[in-house]
Nanobody, 117 residues
Framework: QVHLAESGGGLVQPGGSLTLSCIAS????????MGWYRQAPGKEREMVAI???????DYGDSVKGRFTISRETGWNTVSLQMNSLKPEDTAVYYC???????????WGQGTQLTVSS
């Protein structure tokens, strides 16, 4: 199984920036991509960003222009740089791993981001 370890969550003021990181480990069955989802209380889970092994990047409409997903040094690490944060960004952010296909096969435990004054 794949274990995903997120880090970097916390409390930030509106307009601030924060970077989330995720490291995948374990018995990797394959690697199609990694990304981030988020879920706020009372709202549906939504895709935030995806980075495929082939270099394709995609972002949710609510974060386009503000968030940047990137592969860090090493094949199993991904980060999410979040700029111009808004209170609406407050959510639990989940690292996702795509072994095959376009739906996440593995999920991290989540890291809390709170954007508030």
């Amino acid at each position: 199984q794949v274990h995903l370890a997120e880090s970097g969550g916390g409390l930030v003021q509106p307009g601030g920036s924060l970077t989330l990181s995720c490291i995948a480990s374990g018995n990797i069955p394959g690697f199609n991509g990694m990304g981030w989802y988020r879920q706020a209380p009372g709202k549906e889970r939504e895709m935030v960003a995806i980075a495929t092994n082939g270099g394709w990047l995609d972002y949710g409409d609510s974060v386009k222009g503000r968030f940047t997903i990137s592969r860090e040094t090493g094949w199993n690490t991904v980060s999410l740089q979040m700029n111009s944060l808004k209170p609406e960004d407050t959510a639990v952010y989940y690292c996702t791993f795509y072994a095959l296909g376009d739906t996440p096969n593995y999920w991290g435990q989540g890291t809390q981001l709170t954007v508030s004054s």
